[in-house]
């Protein structure tokens, strides 16, 4: 388990009310951004402190890796560029507000010595920062005002979201968007819609290309999932969400493997998985680590979509590493 602060003087009222934190991937430049960069590093059963105002009125604990996603429509009009990651967060309210200020002469020794979340010197929060690794010596010292009480133990929810709901939240802004855009024609506007669950046009065009299942070599299609590559939500134009290259024949236990990360591909076929899943469960799965599978290379077009699954939606190792400073 990992511990995280979060600062949320901008956000908070969305993130706590949703569910969930929420940030870009990149600066508006395109530049790297550690803070947004730890987005990908959170695991399911970590915990966030959330920081408002000079205090923390909530500590969380994460649902599930992060997903890719758009923007949520709450920060429609701030100058954060779209592409982004949610995390799902079950936000709880502590029996005692703190005031990190309050212990700060204790805090202070056990702060990162990069990439801190306040300031070593007077104890205020830092605007540069979004989501910040927390050592564990100082989150035992944020947590000791509170005693035995811990998030998961509170019997007081706030909000609970679990990835599918933070998913089906994020695709149903996108939708709306979708059926109200006057631009596009009603049956160009139906076919994106029904791309969503793998139906209709980009379904077609997904057998066109794909004949059978990867890993499971099933090729009637009644028994197969057509799985986007790069997510639906995250397509940048229409077209990616109806072509057919963006996409796989999957059976339904490895499309739910590939859509939550768990497995990916490389451009030459080789399966990847992650390490968060025990490789006994793999081979349960008949996924096993010296299995071949008979792997095929992917075209060109699936390759552009594959290295976004991997970037993006593949769940690396480095999760654990979460209590780092670097």
């Known amino acids: ?22 940030s870009p991937k990149r600066r ?3 530049s790297f951004n550690r803070f947004y960069e730890n987005m990908r590093l959170v695991d399911v059963g970590d915990i966030v402190f959330s920081y408002i105002d000079q205090l923390i009125p909530y500590i969380g604990v994460i649902q599930s890796p992060a997903v890719s996603g758009d923007r949520p429509v709450e920060f429609e009009n701030t100058a954060w560029d779209k592409d982004g990651w949610l995390v799902p967060v079950e936000w709880h309210r502590p029996p005692v507000i703190i ?21 070593g010197d ?21 947590l000791s005002p509170l005693g035995n009480w811990r998030p998961s133990s509170s019997p007081i929810v706030l909000k609970t979201v679990t990835s599918e709901n933070a ?14 855009d006057t631009s596009i024609d009603e049956t160009e506007r139906q076919a994106v819609v029904l791309a969503r669950r793998g139906q209709g046009r980009f379904r077609k065009n997904l057998i066109e290309i794909e004949k059978c299942c990867r890993l499971t070599q099933v090729a009637d ?60 469960d793999f081979a349960r799965l008949g996924i096993s680590t010296d299995q071949d599978f008979g792997v095929r290379r992917f075209n060109a077009t699936q390759a552009k979509y594959l290295d976004f699954h991997r970037s993006a939606v593949f769940l690396r190792d ?8 670097v």
Not at 1 to 22: D, L, S
Not at 110 to 118: A, E, Q, R, V
Not at 318 to 325: E, R, T, V
């Open 122 to 142: 007077t104890g205020d929060g830092l605007q540069s920062v979004y989501l910040a690794s927390v050592p564990e010596p100082m989150a035992e010292e944020l």
């Open 318 to 325: 480095g999760a654990s590493s979460g209590n780092s400073d």
């Open 1 to 22: 388990m990992a511990f995280w602060w979060v600062n949320q003087n901008q956000t908070g009222k969305h993130e706590i009310a949703g569910g969930y934190i929420w």
């Open 221 to 280: 299609p009644r028994l197969l999932r057509a799985s986007h590559i790069k997510p639906w939500r995250a397509c940048a134009h229409n077209h990616e969400r109806l072509d057919g290259n963006n996409g796989l024949l999957l059976s339904p236990h490895v499309d739910l493997l590939f859509d939550r990360g768990y497995i990916s591909f490389e451009d030459d076929g080789t399966l990847l998985r992650s390490p968060h899943i025990d490789p006994a």
């Open 167 to 180: 998913i089906d939240r994020l695709e149903d802004q996108i939708e709306v968007k979708i059926r109200n």
């Open 28 to 30: 508006r430049d395109g």
């Open 99 to 119: 005031r990190p200020k309050d212990i700060l002469e204790t805090l202070r020794p056990l702060l990162p010595s990069k990439y801190s979340p306040i300031r």
